[in-house]
């Protein structure tokens, strides 16, 4: 082999070395919900060659059956080559996680984990690093799948930011005991318009020469804990520290005859290091005890470290004057009346709420989903002079109101299909292309072609879930047993009301709650609210 062949397989080599650096290979993954997250198959050179259409994506949670997953089922869901991506992962992601390529199969248990609001990071995604002192220390923030869309990274040290950077921060230097902490590494990068930032943190323990660590106690440095006069309370305080270090506690013994030192308790880590606790107990609590210092430290030749307890008196019904306490009942009681009322006329104008507030926010669900219809509207096909009025109202009164004063888009069987082709088909590819399945129930509702189109929706909603029902009852009807029994397994299966006499009125509560199941979409009214309909009696 001559010296540029070499060169050329070496850069191979390091080619895929780098592409499958990123593949997800441990069976058990943790992550952090709200941030982005991938799962990548480890694939051999001779796979790559298998055609793409073969390669399968599945879920499947606790006891149910697998679920295939592709970018249509979820908006978060996208598919690059071998890898499955969350954007962002949350915490129903949870699951097993199967991706298949011919007859391979590999499978993988993903646990999402809250995030820690508190914190710029999750205490259980933190990976250790010990470093002797006066050792190289380099922590460096990189991320090699997603190193092409991150527009910055910053790096932050116990939650303060150190540097910021387009290019990877890093730090590389000689261990000092006071670079101990947590690095915590944030990359920002978009993704179809909206900004997500993942976050890798690195907790730094500075060894000395002999795996010696700069002694720390455990906890907030400064606690007060509330108390009874009379009983007993235990204060615990626990260190990392080397074996030779002291934990002890400071207070004054001379004054203090009820309280105790327990015997101090000393382990050793699976780190190699020292884990030691000791409690300071104080029986039968009097006035001398609180308002002061019960003081914590542990010393070493590097230095010592202390955290304070000071108890408190627990707040006494009884020490509080009357017309304070008065006052304070009828504020409690005002305040809890407020919130009913306020609970109840959310509940009461519900749907009014929910109106106002997409049309303040401009939302609009159409957008991204790829479908091409609003609603498919379910009706009597079979225009008899008793069905006649049901007939109009399905075919002139709905699109346009719909359509347009309020700008949806409707699917109806005889308007917007061409003759010829095959019925059953049609309707099951029109209802999978449409948002909502608008049925226009009557007493005569359930011919064979209307059967099927209830049956295709119900599968679309209950199996697939990619749709909702809304039902419409024109005509009254009082037996709802010609109805299939699975529509009592959807979320809601609410009933909308026709009224001609009380829902001619746009702004009327017919259309508002027709409007509140629909999608939220944004539309410019050219009409006004007030105008009526023309009149179409109830059945």
């Known amino acids: 082999m001559n010296c540029r062949e070499l060169t050329l397989t070496l850069w191979v080599l390091i080619f895929v070395s780098t592409t499958e650096s990123s593949c997800t290979s441990r ?8 941030e982005p997250f991938y799962l990548k198959y480890c694939s051999s050179s001779h796979e790559h060659k298998i055609e793409a259409n073969t390669r399968r994506w599945q879920k499947s949670s606790g006891s149910q059956k697998r679920v295939e997953l592709n970018p249509s089922s979820s908006p978060r869901i996208g598919l690059q080559d071998h890898a499955l991506e969350f954007w962002p992962v949350e915490l129903n992601d949870t699951g ?22 508190h914190s710029c990071f999750t205490e259980k995604q933190v990976t250790s690093k010990a470093v002797r002192v006066k050792k190289f220390l380099q922590v460096t923030c990189e991320n090699s799948y997603y190193q092409k869309l991150v527009n910055s990274t910053s790096l932050y040290k116990n939650c303060k930011k150190l540097l910021e950077h387009k290019e990877n921060p890093m730090i590389k230097k000689n261990a000092e005991f006071e670079d101990q902490g947590y690095y915590s590494c944030v990359h920002f990068l978009h993704h179809n318009g909206k900004l997500f930032n993942i976050t890798k943190t690195f907790n730094i323990t500075i060894l000395g020469d002999s795996g010696y ?18 009983k007993d309370v235990s204060l615990n305080c626990s260190a990392l520290l080397n074996q030779k270090d002291i934990l002890y506690w400071m207070y004054d013994n001379g004054s203090d005859l009820n309280v105790h030192e327990e015997k101090e308790i000393r382990i050793m880590t699976s780190e190699g290091k020292w884990h030691a606790s000791k ?66 006329m959310c509940v009461i ?30 009706y009597l096909k079979e225009c008899q002079p008793e069905n006649g009025e049901e007939h109009t109202f399905a075919v002139e009164i709905l699109p346009r109101v719909l359509e347009k004063h309020f700008g949806y888009k409707l699917c109806i069987f005889e308007r917007d ?78 009933v909308l009301k026709w009224k001609a006499k009380h829902s001619l009125s746009y702004n009327s509560r017919f259309w ?28």
């Open 96 to 117: 097993s996680y199967f991706f298949q390529m011919g007859n391979h199969t590999q499978e993988w248990n993903l646990s999402v984990i809250r995030r820690n609001k």
């Open 279 to 344: 409690a300071l107990r104080i029986e039968n609590i009097a006035e001398h005890n609180l308002n002061f210092a019960y003081n914590c430290t542990v010393t070493s030749t590097g230095g010592t470290d202390t955290k304070s307890f000071i108890l408190v008196r627990k707040a006494d019904m009884a020490d509080i004057p009357g017309h304070i306490f008065t006052r304070g009942m009828i504020v409690a009681v005002l305040t809890l009346v407020a919130v009913v009322c306020l609970v109840t």
């Open 417 to 494: 299909v061409v003759p010829g082709g095959a019925v059953v088909d049609e309707i099951h590819s029109l209802i999978e292309k449409s948002r909502r399945l608008i049925i226009v129930l009557s007493k005569s509702f359930m011919s064979n072609e209307v059967r099927y189109e209830l049956e295709s929706g119900l599968h679309e909603a209950l199996v697939e879930r990619k749709i909702k029902i809304i039902l419409i009852e024109f005509a009254p009807v009082t037996d709802f047993t010609f109805l299939p029994q699975s529509l009592k397994l959807l979320k809601s299966h609410r």
């Open 349 to 378: 104008y519900r749907v009014d709420l929910v109106l106002f507030y997409r049309h303040l926010m401009r939302r609009d669900e159409t957008l991204t989903d790829g479908k091409m219809y609003d609603a498919f509207v379910s």
């Open 512 to 539: 508002k709650n027709l409007l509140y199941l629909m999608p939220a979409k944004t539309v410019k009214s050219s009409r006004d609210e007030l105008e009526v309909l023309p009149v179409v009696s109830e059945p």
């Open 213 to 230: 660590i700069v002694p720390v106690l455990l906890g907030s440095k400064l606690n007060h804990v509330a108390v009874e006069l009379g």
């Open 27 to 34: 069976p058990h993954i943790t992550a952090v919900e709200g």
